[in-house]
């Protein structure tokens, strides 16, 4: 029977006809999908039997479901099999939220195996979005779950912790086979989320009894696709036009923040407004409230935002910038009252510019400190690293732009921030390399906003030096490090130095916050390097000394973590240590610092100990303890093979230049492969071969001054292979500086030693003399240890003559120790004897 008689019948017949029609079609396609090769009128029996039988079963259930109103849909296989496994995704998301991993291990081998059974469909229509989505997920949940058991102090029970494990091996397998949706999704994970926006539609209401088969199901979902409008709550669809575009706007404000705000809905509702954003001002407006809805996403395993939500949020920041320089009337500042009327069009009125409250420079920082997190997670190993390094040029250019704008509004404030932020960016790289990134900086911009640079020197002299004159106090410290640390890198100890002394900074460091006394720290080392290349082997000693004689440099420079020795610190402080490291294109080498630092210490420290010879309190005075810890450790072991790293190369040279082997030393110093990373590698071996050669010579006197009366000054220029008249000014240096007691004959050109020894008068004066500056030395730390706790102060209340009366009587009663004679009293004036009289 045709549609339009039965529309004539009544409720009852056309509830009759349609149900058995409906039975009639599915059960017919369900004979014809399993059996392909019947004839049609084998079909056409079995509908008519399916019909009686579909009749009967109406007959018996029509009197409980003849009150309902609900929607029958047929559904195909697949529809049916990714159901399936749709309710075991979700009820995995759900023990992942709750932390019970023994359901969500049930559930994800429900869905694998609901997977294999639609093996066939999977085959021609892929692999469900809603499950790649689901297993990488996954994945990065674990690894935090793993992260957050290792840190937290409450433990999970056994099995829980179990299931964790066993599901951190199997996601691991499984998503091995899904690597390629699995990029596809992180690369782009809106294509994997519209899937669902669609199918999870809010329903329209639809009429009684009306049955859908799987051709009208098809054609509508095109139509729907066809004409897709916003939903919003209970269905109802939601326009954006010029009307209600500020109503919108108040709309996401509000929501910002609260509990259960869809932070993806209001991003997507801001792009929309944008779309329909016509005049400057609503563009501003919707650009401010777009680039801080891509900061509010919440941050997740990872540690920091997401790529391509950075990369939204950089070209939001850069569109907005587009703006105001093309319409200057139009000004982002922080300090503007709010508006009164925010659901009007403002445009400027008799040339005064329009004011709008927001923070540009706050969107840097954050872009900024963004991009440096990512670089602090990501392996610095993989070609991920370098591809996100890419990133910085981009983001550069933005603070250039920036830059730009602040200085033709004159805000000082964020102007000094944005410069600082450059800054950072430029002081530790070559001169190569910052012109390379200042003329792509000036290839992506405006030519009346940047300029390509050539000269860097001139470029980080002119950052730092309106710095000095605009900035903070704490923005001018940086600058003055990061100057410093520019000058060293580039070779100018002399200017380094000398702005290092002449800004007193040593003096007030301790003061500084960690990030601060984190690039003190850097700019010393880079001091110390920078006097090693030059040849001031007792400069470079002394600038490295604090940094690699603690045996903390990764903590101090912010390049690693070192294991706690007396005790575990907190996962707080863990977290805290952890945001403060460096990326790993800003680190310094440590192998090639310790490599100078142990040189310079062997150059030293090698004179230094034959100088004092057998005299234990010669040996007293050290240059590095640690080069000596070495030494010591080494001399100790009964079989010495052949050097193997680093420590070795200059543990062997430092004893062949002991005992006069200085051309062995020079092979074992200019085999040290650490050299090849430092530029001027030819450069620095030969003025390491002349220091040891010079060491090498004093070494030699210093050990053999008691054994000769004296030594030919040719002999000693052929035994070192230096010109005589080197040698010459060598041991005149060391006759002048009172370390060897000789005299130069220049008719016979001989060295004359001098065998001085003290009287026995003298041996003991000197040993009174140190004895006595021990007492001295040890009273006055006892003094500092008692002088808070003896500060006495007048007391008030009714006890205070009571204890002032039990003080004095302590007093009296000490004996000799007592602050009236005795020990101390003798101490302090052998202390004000021994130092001239000083009170």
Request: hydrophobic letters at 35%; charged letters at 30%.
């Amino acid at each position: 029977m045709s549609r339009f008689f039965r529309a004539g019948e009544s409720d009852s017949d056309e509830t009759e006809s349609d149900y058995s029609d409906e039975l009639t079609h599915s059960e017919s396609e369900d004979h014809s999908d399993s059996d392909s090769d019947d004839s049609s009128s084998d079909d056409d029996d079995a509908a008519k039997k399916t019909g009686g039988r579909g009749r009967l079963f109406e007959g018996s259930f029509s009197d409980s479901d003849s009150e309902d109103d609900t929607v029958r849909v047929v559904r195909s296989a697949k529809d049916k099999r990714f159901e399936e496994i749709e309710q075991a995704v979700t009820s995995m998301i759900n023990g992942q939220k709750i932390n019970d991993w023994v359901s969500a291990q049930n559930e994800f081998d429900r869905a694998n195996k609901g997977l294999q059974k639609a093996a066939g469909i999977i085959a021609q229509a892929g692999v469900p979005k809603f499950y790649i989505r689901a297993v990488a997920d996954l994945e990065k949940t674990i690894q935090a779950a793993l992260e957050k058991e290792k840190s937290s102090s409450k433990k999970m029970n056994a099995s829980n912790a179990k299931a964790l494990n066993s599901m951190k091996q199997k996601v691991k397998k499984n998503n091995r086979l899904y690597e390629k949706e699995i990029q596809e999704y992180e690369k782009d994970p809106e294509n994997y989320v519209e899937e669902e926006v669609v199918e999870e539609k809010p329903k329209a209401k639809k009429p009684k009894k009306v049955v859908v088969s799987d051709s009208e199901d098809d054609s509508d979902a095109e139509a729907a696709d066809d004409g897709f409008t916003p939903v919003g709550a209970g269905g109802k669809s939601v326009e954006f036009n010029q009307e209600n575009i500020y109503k919108k706007l108040k709309e996401v404000a509000d929501a910002r923040g609260k509990k259960n705000t869809n932070r993806e809905d209001q991003a997507r509702i801001l792009e929309r407004l944008l779309v329909v954003a016509n005049s400057p001002y609503q563009k501003i407006r919707v650009l401010l409230a777009l680039i801080s809805a891509q900061f509010d996403f919440p941050i997740g395993a990872s540690g920091y935002m997401t790529i391509p939500l950075w990369k939204h949020a950089d070209k939001f920041l850069n569109n907005l910038l587009t703006i105001l320089e093309a319409n200057p009337e139009y000004i982002v500042k922080e300090d503007v009252p709010e508006e009164e009327e925010t659901d009007k069009d403002r445009v400027p009125q008799n040339g005064e510019p329009v004011y709008i409250q927001g923070s540009l420079v706050a969107f840097i920082d954050r872009l900024d400190d963004e991009f440096t997190k990512s670089l602090q997670n990501i392996d610095p190993h993989t070609t991920d690293y370098v591809d996100r390094l890419k990133d910085e040029v981009g983001l550069y250019s933005v603070i250039v732009r920036s830059q730009a704008y602040f200085t033709r509004l004159h805000l000082t404030d964020s102007l000094s921030r944005t410069t600082m932020r450059r800054l950072e960016h430029l002081y530790f790289k070559p001169d190569v390399v910052i012109v390379a990134v200042e003329n792509a900086t000036a290839a992506l911009l405006p030519a009346n906003v940047a300029n390509p640079n050539q000269d860097s020197s001139s470029l980080i002299h002119d950052l730092c030096v309106f710095l000095y004159k605009n900035a903070t106090s704490l923005l001018r410290t940086r600058a003055m490090l990061c100057h410093i640390y520019h000058h060293a890198l580039h070779n100018r100890f002399f200017v380094a130095r000398d702005m290092l002394l002449m800004s007193h900074l040593q003096e007030t460091i301790h003061q500084a916050d960690v990030t601060t006394q984190i690039l003190h720290n850097r700019a010393m080392v880079q001091l110390g390097l920078c006097a090693f290349r030059e040849g001031m082997i007792k400069e470079a000693q002394t600038c490295l000394q604090d940094i690699s004689g603690t045996g903390r440099v990764k903590e101090l420079l912010a390049q690693g973590l070192s294991l706690q020795r007396y005790g575990a610190a907190t996962p707080e402080q863990e977290k805290l240590e952890r945001q403060r490291q460096l990326p790993f294109h800003m680190h310094i080498n440590l192998e090639l610092l310790e490599c100078v630092y142990l040189t310079c210490s062997m150059l030293l420290e090698i004179p230094n100990m034959a100088q004092a010879g057998s005299n234990p309190d010669g040996r007293k005075k050290v240059i590095s303890k640690p080069f000596r810890r070495m030494l010591d450790y080494n001399s100790r072991q009964v079989f010495s093979g052949p050097p193997e790293n680093t420590r070795d190369h200059i543990m062997g040279a430092a004893k062949a230049l002991s005992s006069g082997e200085w051309q062995k030393s020079v092979e074992l110093i200019n085999a040290i492969k650490i050299w090849e990373l430092m530029p001027g590698t030819l450069k620095i071996k030969e003025m390491l071969g002349r220091k040891i050669q010079e060491e090498g010579l004093r070494t030699y006197l210093f050990a053999n001054a008691s054994h000769y009366s004296s030594v030919g000054l040719d002999q000693l220029a052929k035994m070192f292979d230096l010109p005589l008249a080197y040698v010459i000014s060598i041991v005149s240096r060391m006759i002048w500086n009172e370390e060897l007691s000789a005299s130069i004959d220049q008719v016979s050109n001989v060295v004359i030693l001098h065998h001085v020894e003290p009287s026995k008068v003298q041996s003991l004066a000197l040993a009174f003399a140190e004895k006595a500056a021990g007492f001295v030395e040890g009273n006055e730390k006892l003094l500092e240890l008692k002088t808070p706790q003896q500060a006495e102060r007048p007391k008030k209340g009714p006890n205070a003559n009571k204890e002032q009366a039990t003080g004095k009587q302590q007093q009296r009663t000490m004996g000799p120790r007592g602050g009236r004679g005795g020990r101390n009293q003798f101490n302090n004036g052998l202390g004000n004897s021994v130092r001239g009289g000083r009170k």
